[in-house]
């Protein structure tokens, strides 16, 4: 059981904040292969989630969509 209270909404938004930039500067020190490469890698993760959408086994929790097939057999649906 934990005895720290709670984090704040402006604590939580200011470490949100902090990684995001945190992220941006890594980026800005690739070189362009290693951009183009993470690019390329994001590409092929959103063209997999849309696969598995397609498939009825990944859901958008954006949506507020049911379960989807996957969930109910154990996989865990993202």
């Keep these: 059981m934990s005895t720290e209270p709670a984090p704040r909404p402006e604590t939580e938004q200011l470490a949100w ?4 930039l945190s992220q941006l500067r890594y980026f800005r020190s690739l070189s362009l292969r290693e951009k183009m490469e993470a690019v390329q890698g994001m590409a ?5 989630f849309g696969e598995m959408r397609a498939r ?3 859901v958008s ?8 097939q996957g969930e ?5 649906g993202y």
């Design 44 to 48: 092929d993760v959103v063209r997999r």
């Design 56 to 58: 009825g086994e990944f």
């Design 72 to 76: 109910s057999n154990g996989a865990i």
């Design 61 to 68: 929790a954006c949506r507020g969509e049911g379960r989807s």
């Design 17 to 20: 904040e902090e990684h995001n």
